[in-house]
T-cell receptor
Framework: AQKVTQAQTEISVVEKEDVTLDCVYETRDTTYYLFWYKQPPSGELVFLIRRNSFDEQNEISGRYSWNFQKSTSSFNFTITASQVVDSAVYFCALSENSNSGYALNFGKGTSLLVTP | NAGVTQTPKFQVLKTGQSMTLQCAQDMNHEYMSWYRQDPGMGLRLIHYSVGAGITDQGEVPNGYNVSRSTTEDFPLRLLSAAPSQTSVYFC???????????????FGSGTRLTVV
């Protein structure tokens, strides 16, 4: 069963639009960690954020913000005023003790295209 | 520079050939893991290790072998390559402990493998 669901396969926006990438996860652990990674066309994986299950505070980093809601098992990612350089594949991932020693369980990714 | 080094970056194999993908880290991380990335599938865990001499299977271990003789190295072996193993392979490491505090995965830059 898919533990991390990123329902949006592809999103296309025009520069300066806001865009939200959805992530829904499934776990029975009380302690777990959620991540977002960015994979630009060059292929490397870029760490964006880690959030633990005990911290539901939303976080903002520049144009990026994250909304963690345990009640809906969601960890959504919003890019404000998108830029062409934001074009990439974005992965949400879950890390839980019951899975291979906190291995990362990735969603299938959302491909974001930002056009000028 | 400190980090995770993967070699080679690109490789083409013929069906039935064997090869080893190398992964080395210089951060004294106990936990190391191998993922494969296929289009539309996200990243899936192949094998992982929590320390020298200890390895275990992930989600998609068939066709791959690993060993961990040192803390630094975690090679991935394909004994008889098949076209289904055409993929991008990522190695990742992290400290074993401190899961309740800050820890993060460091990813290598990936190996793009084509089996013809």
């Amino acid at each position: 069963a898919q533990k991390v669901t990123q329902a949006q396969t592809e999103i296309s926006v025009v520069e300066k639009e806001d865009v939200t990438l959805d992530c829904v996860y499934e776990t029975r652990d009380t302690t777990y960690y959620l991540f977002w990674y960015k994979q630009p066309p060059s292929g490397e994986l870029v760490f964006l954020i880690r959030r633990n299950s005990f911290d539901e505070q939303n976080e903002i980093s520049g144009r990026y913000s994250w909304n963690f809601q345990k009640s809906t098992s969601s960890f959504n990612f919003t890019i404000t005023a998108s830029q062409v350089v934001d074009s990439a594949v974005y992965f949400c991932a879950l890390s839980e003790n019951s899975n291979s020693g906190y291995a990362l369980n990735f969603g299938k990714g959302t491909s974001l295209l930002v056009t000028p | 520079n400190a980090g995770v080094t993967q070699t080679p970056k690109f490789q083409v194999l013929k069906t039935g050939q064997s090869m080893t993908l190398q992964c080395a880290q210089d951060m004294n991380h106990e936990y190391m893991s191998w993922y494969r990335q296929d289009p539309g599938m996200g990243l899936r865990l192949i094998h992982y290790s929590v320390g020298a001499g200890i390895t275990d299977q992930g989600e998609v271990p068939n066709g791959y072998n690993v060993s961990r003789s040192t803390t630094e190295d975690f090679p991935l072996r394909l004994l008889s390559a098949a076209p289904s193993q055409t993929s991008v392979y990522f190695c990742a490491s992290r400290p074993l402990g401190g899961a309740q505090t800050n820890y993060g995965y460091t990813f290598g830059s990936g190996t793009r493998l084509t089996v013809v």
